[in-house]
């Protein structure tokens, strides 16, 4: 197959994955491919429910355009938008679900996946694919998984969507295939204006619609308190450790101009992933630590989060504006705002697991597990623009993995060292500890027993005897219970990856999942009460109206009698045709 290759390249807000979500609305059969649970969990909902209007077809009048999608669209302004507020019928194509901790299967005839990249369909015909995000091609931990998919989805039509830094390395790659590259260039829709003046640190001179930037979770609610403290204005908060499920409910809090919450103080987790309403972004550091030392932002980090100031027609006036909270930072961030972006030069790409197991049998038994992760960059034959991977926190994850886990089998800690965990976090390598005790000595691994390694299940049932006894707990109390529940909500997405891939052993998924959802209501009444929001009579209504529009899915293809029936009937009618075959060759 000689295919298509559209890339849409640009800037934050310049629409550039607008036109690729309607050519997949066209499709007869087709996939979405994103980086994050939560971008292909939202194109799911949407093409199920007739909101993006097929590129085919004219859009209909009397319409609200949706201002509520997370991907880089073009905002819309009329009655006629192509995504829409409100579905329509005849919009609604059929699509399930594929993320690394579940499956939503809306039809087993369903001719639309969308999924996260890592999830996505390989050398399965299809007629249009669109992978978001390409400039992650380069990324250490997980740049693997999309140029696999440059080089493995098998669309006549594959949609390219992302930065114009990655336009150089597609090429490249290209001219080894054959495919027909088209590349289509986006400005940003909306002006962005580096201030002449910083806050000059006075936190009084934050507006509505601002966006305070910090880089640690403790930092973000100190400087929550203060802002609220400085100003009157309530903030709503998104960071790293929290789920993207309550990440999205903040920024619903931050986007509703009646909701109270004016300001959001986050960390880069806004970079990627969600839709703010933001006018302004303000820095309050322009360092990060990155597990050992603080480090300066990228030019390419920086200019992601100042970007997402003044998405289009959000503020009923063109432009967002960007500054720093302390003087001394300003001339860096408009220096790195007037760099031209960086080419990438390389793709990612990570050996096969056959491969590693044929280096793991000339390797001496002794070996630790660092020489089989690091041979790969020393040995193979990768030749430009592709770059053997090496683990990113290598050093953390082989000291777990040669003490925890020397005696299981390779696939196993291939399993271990792909598993979304912080290896950096006490707290996370004890329950990773237990789930490798549990594993190796039952082979089934219990839920509880994981959970039973920290006091997970009676903080979560202590928020729930709060929400139910109506009691205002103290902030400690809150800040604490809060950082329980993020990693209960880790653990339970960790059970849930390990099932997905090992159902046999993790087999408590469903057990999981609604474990997931209570979490997930017991962070947002706790972020709320932090901001001092006691009356959950609107949160309950707008929890129950969503509830009502959810789709019905199933987290599996079908239910196991049917699929024994229709075993049973293959049979049969294999021992027919057999029985036929064997009676015409005895006439014959």
Known sequence: ?????????????????????????????????????????????????????????????????????????????????TLRKQGNS????????RTGEEFRVVSDSASLLSCTVEMAALNTPLDVAVVDEIQMIADPARGSAWTVAVLGIAARELHLCGEEAAVPVVEEILKHTGDELVVNRYERLTPLVVQNESLYGDLSQVQKGDCVVTFSRNNIFALKKRVEESTGLLC?????KLPPEIRSEQAALFNDPNSGYDVIVASDAI?????????RVVFEVLTKFD??????????????????????GLHGEPGGFVTTLYSEDLPRLKAALSTPPEPLTYAIIDPSESWMEDVAQILHPESSIQALFEVPSYVSKVRPPFRAALPSKLEDMVKFIDTRARDMLLADKLMLKNCPTSWREP????????????????VQVDLNAVLAVAPLMSTLEGVEKWTSEGAIPTP????????????????????????????????????????KGRVEKALDWCLRQVSGQHDDDAFEKAKQAKAAADLEYRRKRRTKEVRDAEVRRGVVFAEAVAAARRASSRHG
């Open 1 to 81: 197959m000689r295919r298509k290759i559209i890339m849409h390249v640009g800037p934050t807000n310049s629409g550039k994955t607008h036109m690729a979500l309607r050519a997949l609305a066209a499709a007869k059969s087709g996939l979405y491919a994103g980086p994050l649970r939560l971008l292909a969990h939202e194109i799911w909902e949407r093409l199920n429910k007739g909101q993006i209007v097929p590129l085919d077809m004219f859009p209909e009048g009397h319409a609200e355009p949706d201002t509520t999608i997370n991907t880089d669209i073009v905002e819309e302004t009329g009655t006629k938008p």
């Open 90 to 97: 005849k919009y609604i194509r059929q699509c399930n679900l």
């Open 236 to 240: 709503a908060v998104a960071y790293g």
């Open 271 to 279: 970079g990627m992933g969600l839709n703010l309403k933001i006018k």
């Open 291 to 312: 597990g050992y030392v603080e480090r300066p932002l990228s030019v390419s980090q920086i200019k992601q989060i100042a970007g997402r100031a003044g998405r289009y």
């Open 427 to 442: 707290s996370a390598l004890d329950i990773l500890a237990q789930i490798t005790r549990l594993y190796k000595r039952e």
């Open 476 to 515: 400690e109390k809150l800040k604490k219970a809060l950082r329980v529940l993020e990693d209960m909500h880790k653990t339970l997405v960790l059970y849930l990856w390990l099932g997905f891939r090992n159902y046999m052993a993790f087999h408590q998924a469903e057990e999981a999942h609604t474990l």
